[in-house]
T-cell receptor
Framework: DQQVKQNSPSLSVQEGRISILNCDYT??????FLWYKKYPAEGPTFLIS?????DKNEDGRFTVFLNKSAKHLSLHIVPSQPGDSAVYFC????????????FGTGTRLTVIP | KAGVTQTPRYLIKTRGQQVTLSCSPI?????VSWYQQTPGQGLQFLFE???????NKGNFPGRFSGRQFSNSRSEMNVSTLELGDSALYLC?????????????FGSGTRLTVV
């Protein structure tokens, strides 16, 4: 039972344009969300996060939006750069403090120069 | 500072065998979590250890086990390997386990079961 879903396995974007990666979740107990970036042969690295008390968090070119009523979050990358080409995972943590993250299946972003 | 080190990087085993994977966390990190990554399933939580105690376990069969040593290094063991256990196994270390933004992942161990 996949509680965090990324329905787009892949996305291609021209360099300089906006990349929008989407993520949906089903568990209303999730209260903290993160995006990770993964290059081949490396582990995921933390990119940006958002708490459920916010609806937006920005860090440089990266912005995460959270719509709690729709149980949906998105990651915007503006402008997209070739070095952003990677697999992006969204992840969620719940209020029980169970010390584990629930991950989506990932979206492979390709930024075309 | 040194990152999270996982050994070995690659492993090929035969069905029915057992395997032990190792994870050395960042110095000072007391929490180590293990995840299995397979195509189409994303990362699935296996278990988390903190100060040598398993605090949480995911929905995996008892063939998957782990432990943590006093220096915070962790091992996971898979017994009676099945073809479906072929995956990338990732560990992540953090200070407390609940500081998710502070998770640092290793590069993983790629296990192939033939």
């Amino acid at each position: 039972d996949q509680q965090v879903k990324q329905n787009s396995p892949s996305l291609s974007v021209q360099e300089g344009r906006i990349s929008i990666l989407n993520c949906d979740y089903t568990n209303s107990m999730f209260d903290y969300f993160l995006w990770y970036k993964k290059y081949p042969a490396e582990g995921p690295t933390f990119l940006i996060s958002i708490s459920s008390i916010k609806d937006k968090n920005e860090d440089g070119r990266f912005t995460v939006f959270l719509n709690k009523s729709a149980k949906h979050l998105s990651l915007h990358i503006v402008p997209s750069q070739p070095g952003d080409s990677a697999v992006y995972f969204c992840a969620a943590a719940d209020q029980t403090g169970a010390n584990n993250l629930f991950f989506g299946t990932g979206t492979r972003l390709t930024v075309i120069p | 500072k040194a990152g999270v080190t996982q050994t070995p990087r690659y492993l090929i085993k035969t069905r029915g065998q057992q395997v032990t994977l190792s994870c050395s966390p960042i110095s000072g990190h007391r929490s180590v979590s293990w995840y299995q990554q397979t195509p189409g399933q994303g990362l699935q939580f296996l278990f988390e250890y903190f100060s040598e105690t398993q605090r949480n376990k995911g929905n995996f069969p008892g063939r998957f086990s782990g432990r943590q040593f006093s220096n915070s290094r962790s091992e996971m063991n898979v017994s009676t390997l099945e073809l479906g256990d072929s995956a990338l196994y990732l560990c992540a270390s953090s200070l407390e386990g609940t500081d998710y933004y502070g998770y640092t992942f290793g590069s993983g161990t790629r296990l192939t079961v033939v």
